[in-house]
């Protein structure tokens, strides 16, 4: 339960449903062929980026004396404000804002769209809160990604079935589930915090 569980998380907060307007805008210019190759590299930088903080987020952690409860804090707050960007997102440039000229490569397709730093976060918690079950979380972390690369690469097709209307509509739900995950992931780290203190 705690792999699916993980897997729905981690899929909700790469978000690829959220995120098909902005790549099919970024590649709109791009014959189907090399927008698939696009896609197919975007997101394999992604999982590379994913593995490091999966396999060495903790290092980090401790590298900078951060606390558990600060990480979950820190994501929840990061979290929140990407879910309000998706439910009102800004008048140009959509949720992640303007997009630099020509070929995405990386920035932002890969990092911060995919690879995001609450994604990121969400890793390193879910290590840090029980790194004896690394695989489960590498287990979800994957499903999750294939799920997102299953509908990035079907971006066309998504829209002629969904069009732009029902594209937004589906980004501003998936805006309202990750709105509850961030509000959830505060109150767990202001209770951490709390319970440190008075204990």
């Not at 999982?47 to 929840?76: K, N, P, T």
């Amino acid at each position: 339960m705690e792999l699916v569980s993980a897997a729905v998380i981690l899929f909700a907060i790469m978000d690829p449903l959220g995120n098909l307007p902005v790549f099919l805008s970024l590649l709109r210019d791009q014959p189907p062929a090399r927008r698939r190759l696009i896609t197919l590299r975007e997101l394999g930088f992604a999982y590379v980026v994913l593995m490091v903080f999966l396999l060495g987020g903790q290092a980090l952690l401790d590298l900078f004396a951060l606390e558990q409860q600060s990480v979950r804090i820190a994501a929840g707050i990061v979290l929140f404000i990407i879910a309000v960007r998706m439910i009102f997102p800004p008048a140009r440039g959509g949720v992640m804002g303007e997009a630099p000229e020509g070929e995405p490569f990386f920035v932002p397709l890969a990092v911060p769209l995919v690879a995001g730093p609450s994604t990121l976060a969400t890793l390193v918690l879910l290590v840090r809160q029980s790194p004896d079950r690394l695989f489960t979380w590498w287990l979800a972390m994957t499903l999750a990604w294939l799920a997102t690369l299953l509908i990035l690469l079907a971006g066309n097709l998504f829209y002629r079935v969904l069009r732009e209307r029902g594209l937004f509509a589906l980004e501003r739900l998936m805006g309202m589930i990750l709105v509850a995950i961030s509000v959830q992931m505060l109150l767990d780290g202001t209770e951490a915090f709390i319970e440190k203190v008075l204990a």
